[in-house]
């Protein structure tokens, strides 16, 4: 009977101390460990891609800056081409009138007078402005011409007679405003060219852009949704290692107590042998 008693006390010891150790080594699977580290990095590849489709986001976005300042230039220098060649078609039109003028202008009475007397006086001290109206009731009577204007006398030689009094050289005149014309009309269509160009550029960034933060925005996403696995995963990882320690407790609990039991019958065994040999 102590033989057996022994034997069995010392199968409970060996029980405990088997127990005790794998408490003390309780830890993680290689394969949850396996799990964890995969999980950790995919969630390192989706933080990188996150990063790579933010840094392309950013560069759209300055690509998008770069045509939308582009196409506002283009828009101000169409702007100012229009103003130029509406300038210079006022002007075609100033010159064209000094050189065919309206019947009943101040201007007309003087071509339509035969008289070239006017180019060297009256063209030297009147107003442009005037050469135009036609409710002046203009009337040149070569008759009166003389050397005085109302009494009052100009060295006219000092002043040089000017270009709309003078037929070839406003028809000079006529063909530089018809040139410049020209040339602001086709700077106009450059520059509307431009414009066209400038916004088809802008579309064409406004979309790459578009592109460029839906990307970013499903890789935030898919980053999101790795973080968040990696760290249900580890929570699932450490509950198990938990349970499994919880399960060593209570069987190591169960093989002390078994093993203060054999003890116990080991000893009533030893009593009960010494009594019978006194």
Known sequence: RKTEARARRDSAFTEVARLKAQLAANAPTKEEETKRAAAVELQNERYAAERVARANEAAAAGGFER??????????ELREAKEAHERARRRLEEQEALLKPANGSLLAALKGSGSEAWRQDIAKTISPTLLERTDLSAT???????????GLTVDLEAIETPTWADDVAQAEALEIARSAVTAAQENVQANQAALEKASANRMNEERALAKA???????????????SAASVLDREIK???????????????????????????????EVERKAALD
């Open 67 to 76: 045509a939308r300042k582009a196409f506002e230039e283009a828009e101000r």
């Open 140 to 150: 040149y009577l070569e008759s009166m011409h003389g050397r005085s204007l109302y």
């Open 213 to 227: 933060r839906a990307r970013a925005q499903a890789a935030t996403q898919a980053e999101d949704a790795a973080r």
């Open 239 to 269: 509950s198990a290692v938990s349970a499994r320690g919880e399960e060593l407790k209570r069987a190591l609990s169960e093989a002390k107590a078994t093993l203060d039991a054999e003890e116990a019958s080991e000893a009533r065994v």
